[in-house]
């Protein structure tokens, strides 16, 4: 089992539409959660963060945490063109006691929105 | 504006010549990482610096080394490039004890011949 996991699509969604991106991790605990946006050729761009269960809403992109189901979610309302990329999903583990954390990341997934 | 730099943008080496890349950041963050990104796989972590701690990857080869002179700068160098290291280079910064939000500059593609 992959340590974080996402379908690497493509996700085809028409411009307007709810796009939904998913992520499921294997460490119970993770404590922090990340979504990225990657542009072909580019490098990686936060979009949201989120470390409490429930939602996080930030403007068109909503993220959801599930700790109990160890999976979380990013929502894309009111889908543009240009929200086509990879999104990548990153979970912190600690491999050092006290502050020192590093990321796993997903294989991403693409997203595709077409006019 | 705070941001990461990484400099070249664009690097073209040849087959076993030593390539250095840099990157500077205006974060003040106390953590510094380099990435090995190929295309469609997640960033890679080579190593990255604690403050002045280095904490290599067990899966790094020792084809890469890497340098932070001081808070702002840090230098990946690779010794003796191969074919397979041709990749987008990536370097992040973030603050411990934060979220552990990493924030990454642009990249360097680097193509080896």
């Known amino acids: 089992q992959k340590e974080v996991e996402q379908n690497s699509g493509p996700l085809s969604v028409p411009e307007g539409a709810i796009a939904s991106l998913n992520c499921t991790y294997s460490?119970?605990?993770?404590?922090?959660f990340f979504w990225y946006r990657q542009y072909s050729g580019k490098s990686p761009e936060l979009i949201m963060f989120i470390y409490s269960n429930g939602d996080k809403e930030d403007g068109r992109f909503t993220a959801q945490l599930n700790k109990a189901s160890q999976y979380v979610s990013l929502l894309i309302r009111d889908s543009q063109p240009s929200d086509s990329a990879t999104y990548l999903c990153?979970?912190?583990?600690?491999?050092?006691?006290?502050?020192?954390?590093?990321?796993?990341w997903g294989l991403g997934t693409s997203l595709a929105v077409n006019p | 504006d705070a941001m990461v730099i990484q400099n070249p943008r664009y690097q073209v080496t040849q087959f076993g010549k030593p390539v250095t890349l840099s990157c500077s950041q205006t974060l003040n963050h106390n953590v510094m990482y380099w990435y090995q990104q190929k295309s469609s796989q997640a960033p890679k972590l080579l190593f990255h610096y604690y403050d002045k701690d280095f904490n290599n990857e067990a899966d790094t080869p020792d084809n890469f080394q890497s340098r932070r002179p001081n808070t702002s700068f840090c230098f990946l160098d690779i010794r003796s490039p191969g074919l397979g290291d041709a990749a987008m280079y990536l370097c992040a910064t973030s603050r411990a004890g934060s979220t552990d939000t990493q924030y990454f500059g642009p990249g360097t593609r680097l193509t080896v011949l």
């Open positions: 460490d119970r605990g993770s404590q922090s």
């Open positions: 990153a979970v912190n583990k600690e491999f050092y006691a006290g502050n020192n954390r590093k990321l796993i």
